[in-house]
């Protein structure tokens, strides 16, 4: 029985051309076994502006931009902006 102390974690990046906005897919495994992680605390569906998770929850995807293009969080919590803004 593995008790998955090594992990493997992949990430691609994506450019929603529509929107002109990026996501970044996020998958984790045990380098063990290869027994996929689920992850936990995210709706399933699209998030663009924050955080959500494939329907078998085996994909994060996060919502991600270049540096300085929008507010980071702590900019957003010191100045009262929501993330609609």
């Known amino acids: 029985m593995c008790e998955h102390h090594n992990f493997s974690a992949n990430v691609n990046v994506v450019r929603l051309e529509d929107?002109?906005?990026f996501m970044?897919?996020?998958t984790v495994k045990c380098a063990e076994c290869g027994k996929p992680f689920q992850f936990l605390g995210l709706s399933p569906g699209l998030d663009t502006g924050g955080?959500?998770?494939?329907?078998?929850?085996l994909e994060a995807q996060i919502a991600?931009?270049?540096?300085g293009s929008k507010p980071n969080p702590f900019q957003r919590m010191a100045f009262g902006i929501t993330r609609t803004q």
């Open 51 to 57: 955080a959500s998770v494939s329907v078998d929850g």
């Open 24 to 26: 970044a897919e996020i």
């Open 19 to 21: 929107t002109k906005q």
């Open 64 to 67: 991600i931009c270049p540096e």
